[in-house]
């Protein structure tokens, strides 16, 4: 496609920074909202002709009828992640609106505090709580505010824990502290505790949907004006507090959003990112002996082979082959390595459901699947969850899944083999 002057001149002069983009048309209507790390990059990407959106058909009908670009530059990656929404709630662009079912976006919920027993008949909660809901599940809780759209729920997860840094707040339904691993290390101020008055726990709270509205900016002049007030009245500590979230607002790190960047975008669907990484994994052994598991990398649909992985089972006897990749699962989410957009595992349900649990016990939204030789050998059988189905031009690709699957069980077995032979040539 050529494109005219005016918008390669715009893209020339796009900032290298985060923020957010509309595509506009000729009549100056919004098609659609996007975030970027660096403006300039992605949304130089969608123009260049050599780029993989060419065969993304929603892409190039998207870009054809590009006539303007608007941007908003933000002082960080989540403030590009919050302001994307809240843009996408106001004017429901064409394209971001098409591009995904709404009943699977993500939204961030304060809970409602009582002014009496019950809220609507349901019990409502003394300290409001942040939680993630899909839009299936919004009804589930007393809800004081709702914001979002947001288009990905792990980039929400990680939005919330660097927020919560900031304004920690209660998280668990329970009406306690008792056992609370993170009013222990902090993510939780203590309200059951008596560890923090409920004006300043709501003070956090404020902070918070503060943040979600993308008030930044008021938030600090706020702080600011509490940090004198305190100082004024000889409150040291907790003018201290408040210099201290100025200072974080001021310089948040978002390093994992960054890294992530673009995870959710509707309408690119993963085209026009980076390479996708998947990682498929199998174990290997001969009655519980020997006992081995690999870990395979695929970027780009090929074989990444540096960032192959392999692993001695130590802390399984028998054979247990689902025991067996819990640990090698276990072991490696333990190792700060790039994160999988997608997992296979070798197997059946039971692998799945096993795999499923670690991701989220680690805190990673990771799509899994798992995949097994059908009954008569010829054909594969697959297994997942929802999550997965964005992927679908991959669980789609028999062959690709075969190949990945293939790989994964050949430097299983290659270990395995080694392993053997040392043992053997030692006796």
């Not at 890294?259 to 290997?284: H, Q, V």
């Not at 594969?380 to 690709?397: T, V």
Request: charged letters at 30%; a positive charge.
């Amino acid at each position: 496609m050529n494109y005219d002057l005016r918008i390669k001149n715009k893209i020339f002069n796009l900032p290298k920074s985060p923020g957010v983009y509309e595509f506009r048309d000729k009549q100056g209507k919004i098609l659609y909202i996007g975030k970027a790390t660096s403006l300039k990059d992605r949304v130089g990407s969608y123009f260049r002709s050599q780029s993989s959106t060419l065969g993304a058909p929603k892409v190039e009908l998207l870009v054809s009828q590009i006539a303007d670009i608007k941007i908003h530059e933000t002082d960080s990656v989540l403030e590009a992640l919050i302001l994307e929404s809240n843009l996408i709630k106001k004017h429901q662009p064409k394209y971001n609106v098409m591009a995904k079912d709404d009943k699977s976006f993500g939204y961030f919920v304060i809970t409602r505090a009582p002014k009496h027993s019950l809220v609507r008949g349901k019990a409502s909660e003394e300290f409001p709580r942040v939680v993630i809901l899909r839009k299936t599940n919004l009804g589930t809780v007393s809800a004081k505010r709702i914001y979002g759209p947001y288009l990905s729920k792990r980039q929400m997860e990680i939005a919330l824990k660097i927020i919560r840094k900031i304004f920690p707040f209660h998280s668990i339904k329970a009406k306690t502290e008792k056992g609370c691993l993170d009013f222990q290390i902090g993510r939780c101020p203590g309200p059951y505790a008596d560890a923090i008055s409920k004006k300043d726990y709501l003070k956090n709270i404020h902070g918070i949907e503060m943040i979600l509205q993308g008030k930044k900016k008021g938030l600090l002049t706020e702080l600011k004006k509490q940090m004198r007030t305190y100082s004024k009245n000889s409150e040291f500590e907790k003018a201290a507090e408040a210099r201290n979230r100025i200072f974080a607002l001021e310089h948040i790190r978002d390093v994992a959003l960054i890294s992530k960047d673009m995870a959710g975008d509707s309408i690119s669907t993963r085209e026009i990112e980076s390479p996708l990484r998947i990682e498929a994994y199998d174990i290997s052994n001969i009655g519980g002996d020997f006992a081995v598991g690999s870990m395979a990398v695929f970027k780009n649909n090929h074989p990444n082979k540096s960032q192959y992985r392999k692993f001695k089972i130590k802390n399984v006897s028998g054979v247990d082959d689902v025991a067996m990749m819990r640990e090698m699962l276990r072991r490696r989410f333990q190792n700060d390595w790039p994160l999988p957009d997608i997992i296979f595992v070798d197997g059946g349900k039971g692998h799945l459901n096993m795999a499923e649990n670690v991701v989220s016990e680690f805190g990673h939204n990771i799509p899994v699947v798992g995949v097994a030789k059908g009954p008569t050998r010829k054909k594969l059988d697959m297994y997942h969850g929802k999550e997965a189905l964005i992927f679908q031009n991959i669980i789609s690709d028999e062959k690709l899944v075969e190949r990945i699957r293939n790989e994964a069980h050949r430097f299983a077995i290659s270990y395995h083999k080694k392993l053997r032979r040392k043992n053997w040539k030692d006796k």
